[in-house]
């Protein structure tokens, strides 16, 4: 027990330190793709230091929710980062959480990101707030239905129980997990706004989404809002690799596999993001009313997941 | 699970050709439709050749090696050819929105997935689950020929129902003779060519490849 608290503190620290560079790697392979000089590895840190030494400029009709929102998305984005197992599977806090009240974390950061960009009255900030209200109703069924497909395997919607069921007993191919991991991809991008439902690096007002909500933040909020970006990506990298490339991650119990669940980890990382920067540069980011038709095809093809699970895996 | 490995790469290709077959219906640009379905063709060659290695049925590698020359690299060639000739290289408006089409896809899945049961049960193969799959993607096929307007998605969707109907036939009876393959096959050739030649012939007359102009169609 004592060690799974160990291990538990230990994950959700390493997300926490992680993050940042996992968003720095996606910039780096995109700039190499574009033919761009690219920028630090170390930049999005840089970044956080730069912002938190700041002081911070409130705007005037802000109430106390703009001030503590970005604690509370913040918080949110370290707990789910809490629930996937990253590293062994041994997660004392993981019967509190299971899939569905991770969707329910999420949920919760987003409505209070939408909820601060509302509060100040801006132009931008409510537009941002309804792209996102858009999108995120879109997703969410179709993410849960992602869920719901690994669950029907594992018979379980624990994250523990569907890494171990998938990845340390005996091997099988399931179709139905090809389904879901496409719906995966266009549900995180449109989860995670980056390129073709938003494009993370755009000020423009025609097609911002995200960056629409936060223009607002600066110092030491923004640096909160910015690390909690970095956190979404890297639980959402951490969730694809635990439904559908868990193979590396330590049983419970089993510290000796740590060193090379730590190895397969960084590796599968560095592949992951090396994959989003090349989806994102063969891509074009898509106009915003196309979106609910991209969200729909995902959320028909986790539908379709589960029909082939019971047509082939029964 | 109790499949050997094959068998549950040969169920893995099998949702990928479905994957592919709503790839289709959801494509709006020709060079993305051909591109799509290229890959179902070798998806489809791919999961031939392992049904014959494992099932020890030699004349599937001929089907394999056929569906491969064929499907794969001939007609897509041909394909990509004439819309350069042709200059079509734009959007194609379905007749009804996608999402539409899509969630009449899903139910057209459901509806093969359970006639498929009964008829699967019967046949002796070991793929038979399969049969489902390979029924769903002829529909789907068939309900992409319905809903494009273009002569040139509806082609493409002939071709791949032919593509489920070749699948279907792998699954339930381990393919059919050589001969009816062969011919089959001779079949989709002359079909592409002699409509590749239709092309010219509806832009000349009617300066569009809209076929909706061929039902006001008189003698003058």
């Given at each position: 027990?004592?060690?799974?608290?160990?291990?538990?503190?230990g994950?959700?620290l390493?997300?926490?330190?992680l993050a940042?560079?996992?968003?720095?790697?996606?910039n780096?392979?995109?700039a190499?793709?574009?033919?761009?000089?690219?920028?630090?590895?170390?930049?999005?840190y840089?970044?956080?230091?730069?912002?938190?030494?700041?002081?911070?400029?409130l705007?005037?009709d802000?109430?106390?929710?703009?001030?503590?929102?970005?604690y509370?998305?913040?918080?949110?984005?370290?707990?789910?980062?809490?629930?996937?197992?990253?590293?062994?599977n041994?997660?004392?806090?993981?019967?509190?959480?299971?899939?569905?009240?991770?969707?329910?974390?999420?949920?919760?950061?987003?409505?209070?990101?939408a909820l601060?960009?509302?509060d100040?009255?801006?132009?931008f900030?409510s537009?941002?707030?309804?792209?996102?209200?858009?999108?995120?109703?879109l997703?969410?069924?179709?993410?849960?239905?992602?869920?719901?497909?690994?669950?029907?395997?594992?018979?379980?919607?624990?994250?523990?129980?569907?890494?171990?069921r998938?990845?340390?007993?005996?091997?099988?191919?399931?179709p139905?997990?090809a389904?879901?991991?496409?719906?995966?991809?266009?549900?995180?991008?449109?989860e995670?706004a980056?390129i073709?439902?938003?494009?993370?690096?755009?000020?423009l007002?025609?097609?911002?989404?995200?960056?629409?909500?936060?223009l607002e933040?600066?110092a030491?909020?923004?640096?909160?809002?910015e690390?909690a970006?970095?956190?979404?990506?890297?639980?959402?990298?951490?969730?694809?690799?635990?439904l559908?490339?868990?193979?590396?991650?330590?049983?419970a119990?089993?510290?000796?596999?740590?060193?090379?669940?730590?190895?397969?980890?960084?590796?599968?990382?560095?592949i992951?993001?090396?994959?989003?920067?090349?989806l994102?540069?063969?891509?074009?980011?898509?106009?915003?009313f196309?979106?609910?038709?991209?969200?729909?095809?995902?959320?028909?093809?986790?539908?379709?997941?589960?029909?082939?699970?019971?047509?082939l895996?029964v | 699970?109790?499949?050997?490995y094959h068998?549950?790469?040969?169920?893995?290709?099998?949702?990928?050709?479905?994957?592919?077959a709503?790839?289709?219906?959801?494509?709006r640009?020709?060079?993305?439709?051909?591109?799509?379905?290229?890959?179902?063709?070798?998806?489809?060659?791919t999961?031939?050749?392992?049904?014959?290695?494992?099932t020890g049925?030699?004349?599937?590698?001929?089907?394999?090696a056929?569906?491969?020359?064929?499907?794969?690299v001939?007609v897509?060639?041909?394909?990509?050819r004439?819309?350069r000739?042709?200059?079509?290289d734009?959007?194609v408006?379905?007749?009804?929105?996608?999402?539409?089409?899509?969630?009449?896809?899903?139910?057209?899945?459901?509806?093969?997935?359970?006639l498929?049961?009964?008829?699967?049960?019967m046949?002796?193969?070991v793929t038979?689950?399969?049969?489902?799959?390979?029924?769903a993607?002829?529909?789907?096929?068939?309900?992409?020929?319905?809903?494009?307007?273009?002569?040139?998605?509806?082609v493409?969707?002939?071709?791949?129902?032919?593509?489920?109907?070749?699948f279907a036939a792998?699954?339930?009876?381990?393919?059919?003779?050589?001969?009816?393959?062969?011919?089959?096959?001779?079949?989709v050739?002359?079909?592409?060519?002699?409509?590749?030649?239709?092309?010219f012939?509806?832009r000349?007359t009617?300066?569009s490849?809209?076929?909706?102009?061929?039902?006001?169609?008189?003698?003058?």
């Open positions: 027990m004592t060690t799974g608290i160990a291990l538990q503190i994950q959700t390493l997300a926490l330190v940042p560079m996992l968003m720095g790697w996606v780096v392979c995109r190499w793709l574009q033919g761009r000089v690219a920028p630090p590895l170390l930049q999005p840089y970044n956080l230091r730069k912002l938190f030494h700041k002081d911070a400029v705007a005037h802000a109430t106390r929710l703009f001030r503590f929102a970005p509370i998305i913040f918080a949110c984005m370290v707990l789910a980062a809490g629930i996937v197992p990253t590293l062994a041994d997660l004392p806090f993981s019967p509190a959480a299971d899939v569905i009240a991770l969707v329910g974390l999420f949920a919760l950061a987003r409505v209070f990101q601060a960009a509302l100040i009255g801006t132009a900030g537009l941002g707030a309804r792209r996102e209200m858009l999108i995120a109703f997703a969410e069924p179709a993410l849960l239905m992602v869920f719901f497909t690994a669950s029907l395997i594992s018979q379980s919607t624990e994250l523990p129980h569907i890494v171990d998938l990845a340390h007993q005996e091997f099988a191919l399931y139905s997990l389904f879901a991991a496409v719906a995966f991809w266009m549900v995180s991008t449109a995670n980056r073709p439902v938003d494009n993370p690096t755009t000020h007002e025609l097609t911002m989404i995200h960056e629409a909500m936060v933040y600066s030491r909020h923004l640096a909160m809002i690390w970006v970095a956190l979404k990506l890297f639980t959402y990298s951490t969730l694809g690799i635990a559908f490339l868990p193979w590396g991650i330590a049983p119990g089993d510290l000796n596999a740590l060193p090379l669940a730590l190895l397969a980890l960084a590796l599968k990382l560095a992951g993001g090396a994959a989003l920067a090349l994102e540069t063969v891509n074009a980011k898509m106009r915003l196309r979106a609910p038709e991209f969200l729909g095809t995902a959320f028909l093809l986790a539908v379709l997941g589960m029909l082939t699970h019971f047509l895996e | 699970m109790s499949l050997t068998l549950q790469v040969v169920n893995l290709l099998a949702a990928l050709l479905l994957l592919i709503f790839a289709m219906l959801s494509q640009r020709i060079v993305g439709l051909i591109t799509l379905f290229a890959w179902q063709g070798a998806a489809l060659a999961s031939t050749a392992i049904v014959a290695w494992s049925q030699h004349h599937l590698y001929y089907s394999a056929l569906t491969l020359g064929l499907k794969v001939l897509p060639w041909y394909f990509f004439l819309i000739q042709l200059d079509v734009r959007e408006e379905p007749m009804i929105n996608i999402p539409t089409t899509m969630l009449i896809g899903i139910i057209l899945v459901i509806f093969a997935f359970n498929a049961l009964p008829i699967s049960q046949a002796g193969t038979r689950s399969t049969l489902g799959i390979a029924l993607s002829v529909l789907l096929a068939f309900l992409m020929m319905i809903t494009r307007s273009k002569a040139i998605p509806q493409i969707g002939f071709l791949a129902m032919e593509n489920g109907l070749f792998t699954s339930a009876t381990y393919g059919m003779p050589l001969v009816v393959e062969l011919g089959v096959a001779l079949d050739l002359v079909a592409v060519f002699v409509l590749g030649i239709f092309f012939h509806i000349e009617f300066d490849m809209d076929l909706k102009h061929m039902e006001r169609l008189r003698e003058k």
